[in-house]
């Protein structure tokens, strides 16, 4: 986990989702916004690949910004998952295209921020 402390009030916190490889990318992007931020690692559920969920605080005017951040830290790309062919009669497996990437960012008001 990593920790960048902010004298701002925080009065938003973004959840960001983001692919483990753009990690490095949307932290640094991130911080030069001068946003608290936390990671955690986790694991998508349908594709089961490795992921960072980001824990951003930061004034509600700086929500664009953040955005934008992670907006051009973030890609999207293709994966190719398989999947069994309906009606084969035998267990052939036939590769298709997912669309993976960029970033899933949830915001959610803080009632309530303080440093201990």
Same mark, same amino acid.
């Given at each position: 986990m990593?920790?960048?402390?902010?004298?701002?009030?925080? !009065?938003?916190?973004?959840?960001?989702?983001? =692919?483990? =490889? @753009?990690? @490095?990318?949307?932290?640094?992007? *991130? =911080?030069? /916004? &001068?946003?608290? *931020?936390?990671?955690l690692?986790?694991?998508g #559920?349908?594709? &089961?690949?490795?992921?960072?969920?980001?824990?951003?605080?930061?004034?509600?005017?700086?929500?664009? @910004?953040? *955005?934008?951040?992670? !907006?051009?830290?973030?890609? =999207?790309?293709?994966?190719?998952?398989?999947?069994?062919?309906? #009606?084969?009669?035998?267990?052939?497996?036939s590769?298709?295209?997912? /669309?993976? #990437? #960029?970033?899933?960012?949830?915001?959610?008001?803080?009632?309530?921020?303080?440093?201990?």
């Amino acid at each position: 986990m990593e920790k960048k402390m902010s004298n701002s009030p925080i !009065h938003l916190l973004l959840v960001a989702i983001v =692919q483990e =490889q @753009d990690l @490095d990318a949307a932290t640094k992007s *991130l =911080q030069s /916004t &001068g946003a608290a *931020l936390t990671y955690l690692s986790s694991a998508g #559920g349908f594709l &089961g690949r490795r992921n960072a969920t980001l824990l951003i605080g930061l004034p509600a005017e700086k929500e664009a @910004d953040a *955005l934008k951040a992670l !907006h051009e830290a973030c890609r =999207q790309r293709i994966e190719y998952m398989t999947l069994p062919l309906e #009606g084969s009669p035998m267990p052939m497996l036939s590769p298709v295209p997912v /669309t993976v #990437g #960029g970033a899933t960012v949830f915001a959610l008001p803080v009632e309530r921020f303080e440093q201990i």
